[in-house]
């Protein structure tokens, strides 16, 4: 049973309205569209499974990352901005400065 079945079989054929076990198709209900071959799924579903474990560390990276306002208040702080963005960046803290 592969959880990417469904997905394999909608990218190679465009239907949407299929029955399935997981494993196969049981039903089609697409009669203008041909129905994938079990082969064409098996190889769709490899690339598939490779493509999510080769972009698997996006989400881990995302999730540990500290958020981008802080990321970015520290290169303000550090002086890494151009001098202009600087500048746009310190005028709305002058604006708005905090509120202690």
């Known amino acids: 049973m592969s959880r990417f079945f469904k997905q394999a079989v909608k990218n190679l054929s465009g239907c949407e309205y299929f029955g399935t076990d997981f494993k196969k198709i049981t039903d089609w209900w697409c ?17 598939l ?6 972009n698997e560390y996006r989400g881990q990276r995302q999730n540990n990352y500290p958020p981008i306002g802080d ?6 702080k550090r002086g890494a901005f ?7 960046i310190q005028a709305v803290k ?7």
């Open 49 to 54: 499974e490779q493509e999510f474990i080769d």
């Open 71 to 76: 990321q970015l208040d520290d290169l303000f």
């Open 31 to 47: 009669d203008d569209i041909e129905q994938p071959s079990q082969e064409e799924i098996e190889t769709e579903i490899q690339r």
């Open 94 to 100: 002058d604006t708005y400065p905090k509120s202690e």
């Open 82 to 88: 151009s001098e202009e963005m600087s500048a746009l």
